[in-house]
């Protein structure tokens, strides 16, 4: 296998020839004369163990589809912009149709395609809490809860001071 990034890993073969590792993982296994590879359209991979007359299937294992960003949110401040791309792993992706499914505090809007939550919090301070639900490409869906606490803007009164005169306590 190679990645988007150029790594190389073995996924299947234990680098010594011979017959063995059927059931078991696939790196464990040995293969002897191999003389081609093909993958499905899931993700399967097919090697042709050619001296061992058989071809060996590699199953595509796929880790459960999870929303990955972690609750409590950063906060928010009264007023100003928040922004925020929520991030999941596993499944198939891509991912999409991100929604919010119950909680929202009116504020926020969430992006379907991108899962970036965007808006100014307006009103009231305080703890909220939310749902949100994303969808990968075959279908499969997870959901995650969300806490982000709003805070009002720090004032500082009065804006300025009288002048100080030195060399005088002020």
Same mark, same amino acid.
């Given at each position: 296998?190679?990645?988007?990034?150029?790594?190389?890993?073995?996924?299947?073969?234990?680098?010594?020839?011979?017959?063995?590792?059927?059931?078991?993982?696939?790196?464990?296994?040995?293969?002897?004369?191999?003389?081609?590879?093909?993958?499905?359209?899931?993700?399967?991979?097919?090697?042709?163990?050619?001296?061992?007359?058989?071809?060996?299937?590699?199953?595509?294992?796929?880790?459960?589809?999870?929303?990955?960003?972690?609750?409590?949110?950063?906060?928010?401040?009264?007023? =100003? &912009?928040?922004?925020? /791309?929520? !991030?999941?792993?596993?499944?198939? @992706? %891509?991912? $999409?149709?991100?929604?919010? +499914?119950? *909680?929202?505090?009116?504020?926020?809007?969430?992006?379907?395609?991108?899962?970036?939550?965007?808006?100014?919090?307006?009103?009231?301070?305080?703890?909220?809490?939310?749902?949100?639900?994303?969808?990968?490409?075959?279908?499969?869906?997870?959901? =995650? &809860?969300?806490?982000? /606490?709003? !805070?009002?803007?720090?004032?500082? @009164? %009065?804006? $300025?001071?009288?002048?100080? +005169?030195? *060399?005088?306590?002020?």
């Amino acid at each position: 296998e190679v990645t988007a990034s150029g790594v190389i890993s073995t996924v299947a073969g234990n680098g010594t020839e011979g017959l063995s590792g059927d059931g078991g993982p696939a790196t464990s296994a040995q293969l002897d004369g191999l003389t081609g590879v093909a993958v499905d359209a899931v993700g399967n991979l097919y090697i042709a163990d050619n001296y061992n007359n058989r071809v060996r299937k590699v199953a595509r294992t796929v880790l459960p589809l999870a929303i990955t960003t972690v609750s409590p949110l950063p906060s928010g401040v009264l007023t =100003a &912009a928040y922004s925020l /791309t929520l !991030t999941a792993s596993g499944g198939s @992706a %891509p991912y $999409s149709n991100w929604t919010i +499914t119950s *909680g929202n505090p009116g504020w926020l809007v969430l992006n379907p395609l991108t899962g970036t939550i965007n808006g100014t919090p307006g009103g009231n301070t305080g703890t909220f809490n939310f749902v949100v639900q994303v969808t990968d490409s075959t279908g499969a869906a997870a959901s =995650a &809860a969300f806490q982000i /606490t709003v !805070t009002s803007a720090v004032t500082i @009164a %009065p804006a $300025s001071l009288p002048p100080g +005169t030195a *060399g005088l306590a002020y």
